[in-house]
């Protein structure tokens, strides 16, 4: 009984994250905006606590990333440079203030990735590129997972996460870029973009296996508890960190 209601529990929050970032992803704007910061938000707290920080520090970086997010609310009309530069500013007054550039670092950790996405939703065919690259994460993943249960076999990294394997990960690969493939069949998604999704793939699995190896580091099995059954928010998102970046400068220089 209990894993069953612990795996329903899973489903339902599952199927609440999807219908949230659907409905900002497709609203797009301000709504997309809130969102992002919110969940920025909720991040730095997360990583901050893995990074062993007291709650006066965390509510310091929390404000320190605040400034940048700010200044990419749509209302505020910034270039993505300048919004850059105070995620750039945002770092190092937090490693001044606290003197612990590991905390720092969760300002880049976190602040690009959501300029990232907020570039992607701006270009023209903004909705569908954001997705490709939101959706080429959760791919993989799904196809990992069911890879790896079927087939098995050795261990991608026992020492950091013992439960990914070789043939999930091959999984993961082939499930990303099927689907890329198909958006680009379907919804005319540029044919670069799907050619190149295995490399972001690639740097899902590693931004997954980064935060698996923080987590170890700290001694915890999840990044938090605000999602019932997944964990916290890094736990979720910590392939799109990594994907999300590259995924923006694709995006630029193809148009």
């Known amino acids: 009984m209990s894993k069953g209601s612990d795996l329903g529990t899973r489903f339902g929050v599952a199927m609440l994250l999807i219908a949230g970032a659907g409905f900002a992803l497709y609203w797009g704007g301000t709504v997309f905006w809130l969102v992002l910061v919110v969940a920025a938000l909720l991040m730095m707290s997360e990583w901050c606590e893995l990074a062993g920080a007291e709650l006066k520090q965390i509510r310091t970086s929390q404000y320190a990333l ?28 937090l490693g001044a203030v606290t003197r612990n550039f590991r905390l720092a670092l969760g300002i880049l950790y976190i602040g690009l990735p959501v300029l990232a996405l907020i570039v992607l939703r701006d270009q023209p065919q903004g909705l569908l590129v954001t997705f490709w690259a939101m959706g ?16 098995g076999g050795p261990k991608l990294a026992p020492a950091i996460s013992p439960k990914k394997t070789w043939s999930g990960f091959i999984g993961g690969l082939l499930g990303a870029t099927v689907g890329a ?64 970046p590259p995924a923006a400068l694709l995006v630029l220089a193809l148009t």
């Open 66 to 93: 605040s400034v940048p997010l700010a200044a990419m609310c749509p209302f505020a009309l910034a270039p993505a440079g300048l919004e850059l530069g105070l995620i750039g500013a945002a770092f190092f007054f």
């Open 136 to 151: 080429l994460v959760w791919a993989a993943d799904s196809a990992a997972y069911f890879a790896g249960r079927a087939i």
């Open 181 to 244: 493939f198909g958006l680009a069949w379907l919804f005319g998604l540029p044919i670069q973009l799907a050619y190149v999704t295995p490399l972001l793939a690639i740097l899902s699995v590693l931004g997954d296996l980064y935060e698996s190896n923080l987590k170890r580091q700290a001694g915890v099995k999840d990044s938090g508890k605000v999602l019932p059954g997944h964990g916290g928010l890094l736990d979720r998102l910590d392939g799109l960190v990594f994907v999300a």
